[in-house]
């Protein structure tokens, strides 16, 4: 279990709550840190038009630091150049659509703090490696995403 810093400046969410759980997706000789910022869907659809070339709205965009980290110790001797100010490894950043959210969580019949938690999650195991392309993978990164929303309280409503 690695020490998870989380730098997020949106009052209602709870950076405490998720740094205590999200760390324990992730193995680490030193602590980890990721940012989490909310944005609007202009905001959303503006970077994923220019990161990713696609002109729609999403509801979570996920930005990797580090390469090759999927299953492995995140170890500081092998990431010099990846440490921000404090020393702390730096994972990356999470970008979520509060609008996106809001939708979805009534869409799917749960809590907006249900789906802004879960997209939050969803975004830091994109950042530890994961991802969603074939159906085993879909199988492990949903297998990570509910171990760390039960260890938040957060079960499916």
């Known amino acids: 279990m690695a020490e998870l810093i989380v730098q997020c400046e949106e009052e209602a969410f709870d950076a405490s709550l998720f740094s205590r759980c999200g760390g324990?997706?992730?193995?680490?000789?030193?602590?980890?840190?990721v940012e989490i910022v909310f944005t609007d869907e202009a905001g959303i659809r503006r970077l994923n038009a220019e990161t990713r070339g696609k002109d729609a709205v999403t509801d979570v965009l996920s930005y990797p630091n580090l390469d090759g980290i999927l299953g492995k110790e995140i170890r500081k001797a092998e990431h010099p150049f990846d440490l921000d100010e404090e020393?702390?490894?730096?994972?990356?950043?999470?970008?979520?659509?509060?609008?996106?959210?809001?939708?979805?969580?009534?869409?799917?019949?749960?809590?907006?703090?249900?789906?802004?938690?879960?997209?939050?999650?969803?975004?830091?195991?994109?950042?530890?490696?994961?991802?969603?392309?074939?159906e085993e993978e879909r199988a492990e990164m949903r297998a990570k995403e509910e171990s760390v929303l039960h260890a938040m309280g957060i079960g499916r409503e």
């Open 24 to 33: 324990a997706a992730a193995a680490a000789d030193a602590p980890l840190s």
């Open 87 to 134: 020393g702390n490894i730096f994972l990356g950043s999470i970008v979520i659509c509060r609008e996106r959210a809001a939708q979805q969580a009534e869409e799917y019949g749960h809590s907006l703090r249900r789906e802004v938690y879960y997209l939050a999650v969803h975004g830091l195991c994109h950042l530890l490696g994961y991802d969603h392309e074939t």
